[in-house]
């Protein structure tokens, strides 16, 4: 039978030590901007009050933002001077950023994260002590909302994918992501065949020997993420998933634009089939679903006796306890 992981310290009881070990870790964390002015504010903001180390800074590349916005990163650069800026006159999407960024780091570890994101505190460190964990792994993603097998159980349904549940605050985002610290075991972390969602890390290495981004196969992004991961195994890297950590995503879709994204995710996901093989495109997604790590996880959130519907504020900070 399967090796008993269990007996082992949860994350949580050794969280302080694992960070602290990761505080000089070089992480630069790569920031697609564009219009917005109110919610880049918020967001950055909160970027810089979640940092638990020295060594993190940030790149930012403004896609062809108008108005204050661009007068106002001007000045975060001028005030934050461990920030990278790059801008485009005019939008060139999230893939060409996203490369301009990964272009322009040198650091150890460099995270794609979308700026609809929220996060809490430790979470770049956490996933930087989960990627060099092993030499072998290339890239890392943490625990989300915003991608379907990778979902924290709490928050499973039909929306899911991309909302975040009503009421949601930036107390019960600290209980929810206590809860996964309290689950996840201090030293086992799942090999994953693939992570998406709104935020990925990579090593310098998987960098180095698979290069960026596919802008000509996935202009619209949303399977550059996997086809990089994939691409990244054939390399012979590991991917792993950071069970530990937890990043939300926050941004509500209309209808009608989650219509039209619906249509172009679906070209591109058909494009990945044709890329790597349908056959290897569905283990993939299936091995997530059926991961044994993975489902215990699932089993023993569903045994705390929450509101696993609603994932409510009020329920998880019931079952996380004091903090």
Not at 160 to 188: F, K, M, Q, W, Y
Request: glycine share 8%.
């Amino acid at each position: 039978g399967r090796a008993d992981p269990y007996g082992r310290p949860s994350y949580a009881e050794v969280r302080d030590s694992r960070i602290s070990g990761q505080r000089n870790r070089t992480i630069d964390v790569v920031v697609r901007i564009h219009d917005g002015l109110r919610d880049v504010e918020g967001f950055l903001d909160a970027v810089l009050q979640a940092r638990q180390g020295s060594a993190q800074r940030l790149i930012l590349v403004d896609d062809g933002s108008k108005g204050e916005i661009r007068s106002y990163l001007d000045d975060f650069l001028a005030r934050e001077t461990d920030t990278l800026l790059h801008r485009f006159e005019t939008p060139c999407g999230q893939v060409l950023s996203d490369n301009v960024g990964i272009a322009l780091s040198s650091a150890d570890m460099v995270v794609l994260l979308d700026g609809d994101t929220k996060l809490s505190q430790g979470w770049a460190e956490k996933m930087a002590d989960a990627l060099f964990s092993k030499p072998s792994n290339g890239v890392v993603g943490p625990l989300s909302n915003a991608s379907e097998d990778q979902f924290f159980p709490l928050l499973s349904g039909p929306d899911a994918v991309t909302n975040a549940p009503e009421g949601e605050s930036d107390e019960s985002l600290v209980r929810i992501n206590a809860l996964c610290e309290r689950v996840a075991l201090s030293d086992v972390l799942p090999r994953v065949p693939v992570v998406d969602g709104p935020c990925l890390g990579f090593s310098r290495a998987a960098i180095d020997g698979v290069g960026v981004l596919d802008e000509r196969f996935f202009p619209g992004g949303y399977c550059t993420r996997a086809d990089f991961c994939f691409r990244v195994a054939e390399a012979g890297f590991g991917v792993v998933l950071a069970m530990h950590t937890y990043v939300m995503h926050r941004r509500p879709e209309a209808e009608a634009e989650t219509r039209q994204l619906d249509r172009a995710r679906q070209a591109e996901w058909n494009q990945l089939k044709r890329l790597h093989g349908a056959e290897r495109v569905s283990r993939a997604v299936d091995s997530l679903g059926r991961h044994p790590l993975l489902s215990d996880l699932r089993a023993a959130l569903a045994k705390l006796d929450l509101d696993v519907a609603e994932g409510s504020p009020k329920a998880l900070a019931e079952a996380a306890g004091p903090q």
